[in-house]
């Protein structure tokens, strides 16, 4: 069996709207200081505890979608159609109490299908790496983690990763290089 994982927060699911409105403060990435910069504890300058305290499920479950979410989905299901691959969701938790039953909330809502073949863990992502599957991801970190442990990661290009901006279609042409 291969797996094309797909990632949630920054690619489905709009985080980083949710996480500026909970923290009442502006998008960090129209300052392009912050271009590349992936956590936004560390850019606000707030301690992990203070950063995640009000993520609680009606948090989680209440985020809007990403504005090509749709589009992604579209992609990524065809292209796992065609290819043979099983599509499953692959995201971390954040901390604090109701993230996995806000973000399974979210998923039966906004993408049923994908809440069939959800999983939700605290650690890397690279232990589901092999040379069979796919892991798409927004974090530089968890693309070099799952390649270097074998598996082949595609990075959906968005503001606060090494591409530095939101780009749908640079996304598909690295999909398509493994057609
Ligand atoms: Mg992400």
Redesign the pocket.
């Known amino acids: 069996m291969k797996f094309i994982f797909l990632?949630?927060?920054?690619?489905l699911v709009d985080?980083v709207k949710g996480f500026c409105k909970v923290h009442n403060k502006t998008n960090p990435y129209n300052d392009p200081d912050n271009l590349g910069k992936h956590n936004l504890d560390e850019i606000w300058r707030m301690s992990k505890q203070d950063f995640w305290k009000p993520c609680d499920q009606n948090f989680w479950e209440t985020l809007e979608p990403m504005s090509d979410s749709g589009l992604i989905y579209e992609a990524v299901s065809g292209f796992a159609y065609n290819n043979g691959y099983t599509m499953a969701v692959l995201?971390?938790s954040g901390l604090g109490q109701g993230c996995l039953q806000g973000k399974k909330n979210w998923f039966d809502r906004h993408f049923p299908k994908l809440s069939k073949n959800f999983w939700v863990g605290f650690g890397s992502k690279a232990v589901c790496a092999s040379p069979n599957n796919i892991l798409i991801?927004?974090?530089d970190k968890?693309i070099a983690e799952f390649n270097t442990c074998g598996g082949t990661g595609i990075l959906v290009p968005r503001p606060w990763n090494a591409d530095k901006e939101h780009n749908f279609e640079k996304f598909i042409e690295r999909l398509t290089v493994y057609k």
Not at 7 to 11: F, P, R, S, T, W
């Open positions: 990632d949630a927060d920054g690619i985080a995201t971390k991801d927004d974090y968890n």
